[in-house]
């Protein structure tokens, strides 16, 4: 008997995550400066996470020299 397609294991994640985790999320909101560590891990604001498609160029974050 054959395996059907959608139970077999696949080579993992092969689509884009829509989702961050908190580490991600928190070094999101640390960038824009809108998080700091002693605001704590709870009630956390939400952030835009939109991958983009190879090849496509979103909106670029200021980068600072120091």
Same mark, same amino acid.
């Given at each position: 008997?054959?395996? /059907? *397609?959608? +139970? *077999?294991?696949?080579?993992?994640? %092969? =689509?884009? =995550?829509? %989702? $961050? &985790? =908190?580490?991600?999320? $928190? $070094?999101? +909101?640390? @960038? /824009?400066?809108?998080?700091?560590?002693? /605001?704590? %891990?709870f009630n956390l604001p939400k952030t835009k996470y939109? !991958? $983009?498609?190879?090849? @496509?160029?979103? !909106? *670029?974050?200021? &980068? &600072?020299a120091e």
């Open positions: 008997m054959t395996m /059907d *397609k959608s +139970l *077999k294991k696949g080579g993992g994640l %092969v =689509r884009a =995550r829509n %989702v $961050l &985790t =908190r580490s991600e999320r $928190l $070094l999101l +909101l640390q @960038q /824009d400066e809108r998080w700091k560590p002693v /605001d704590g %891990v939109r !991958p $983009l498609a190879p090849g @496509q160029s979103g !909106p *670029k974050r200021p &980068t &600072t």
